[in-house]
């Protein structure tokens, strides 16, 4: 299985470009979320969604948008790149309840704003 | 958000010494989980707490959910180079399945 599946990488955006950050699960979870981490931080929880046709907002949602039309794509949008945004991105999904709800995490996307 | 202080924020350390490190927060959590992080990847779950006293062991690597509910600890015995990493808490404050997480420590390991 692949688990939880980020692309791209690595990207740098101008000011004011968009861009949209992907990420796929294929473990058939109904919780995912977005995060991000900046250096010398924890994860900072940007959205979260808990089945397809359902989000909310996590701590720091400004400057992001989110969709879920499917159980296994949750893609991250940023309209209007700023400097400040410039941050390595973590998509997760989970599965609630029981006692095996950690999270599985994907391996991050670098983003990089000047 | 939540705060969740973790300490040290860094620890150098000799190959095959024990380290000890903690997590805290003004909050009560009902779940604590431990999460490592290799360098340019997504942190990786090593150990998951459910309940108060509970002491909970992954080989080499133990840790415990706080009395209090406020705090965990984790400790590595006989550190090895592929410790090397950032080692996160993440607690749940209650039912929801969001966790918050602590900032992190830095581990380096030296042959």
């Known amino acids: 299985n692949a688990g939880v599946t980020q692309t791209p990488k690595f990207r740098i955006l101008k000011i004011g470009q968009s861009m949209t950050l992907q990420c796929t699960q294929d473990m058939n979870h109904n919780y995912m979320y977005w995060y991000r981490q900046d250096p010398g931080m924890g994860l900072k929880l940007i959205y979260y969604s808990v089945g397809a046709g359902i989000t909310d907002k996590g701590e720091v949602p400004n400057g992001y948008n989110v969709s879920r039309s499917t159980t296994e794509d949750f893609p991250l949008r940023l309209e209007l790149a700023a400097p400040s945004q410039t941050s390595v991105y973590f998509c997760?999904?989970?599965?609630?309840?029981?006692?095996?709800?950690?999270?599985?995490f994907g391996s991050g996307t670098r983003l990089t704003v000047v | 958000g939540q705060q969740l202080n973790q300490s040290p924020q860094s620890m150098f350390i000799q190959e095959g010494e024990d380290v000890s490190m903690n997590c805290t927060s003004s909050?009560?959590?009902?779940?604590w989980l431990w999460y490592k992080q290799d360098p340019g990847e997504g942190p990786v779950l090593l150990i998951a707490l459910y309940k108060a006293g509970e002491l909970t062991s992954n080989g080499r690597l133990t840790a415990q959910f706080g009395i209090t509910r406020k705090d965990s600890f984790l400790n590595i015995s006989a550190s090895i180079p592929s410790d090397v990493g950032i080692y996160f808490c993440a607690g749940q404050l209650g039912a929801g399945n969001q966790f918050y997480f602590g900032t992190g420590t830095s581990l380096t390991v030296i042959p």
């Open positions: 909050s009560i959590f009902n779940t």
């Open positions: 997760a999904s989970s599965y609630p309840g029981g006692r095996s709800y950690g999270y599985t």
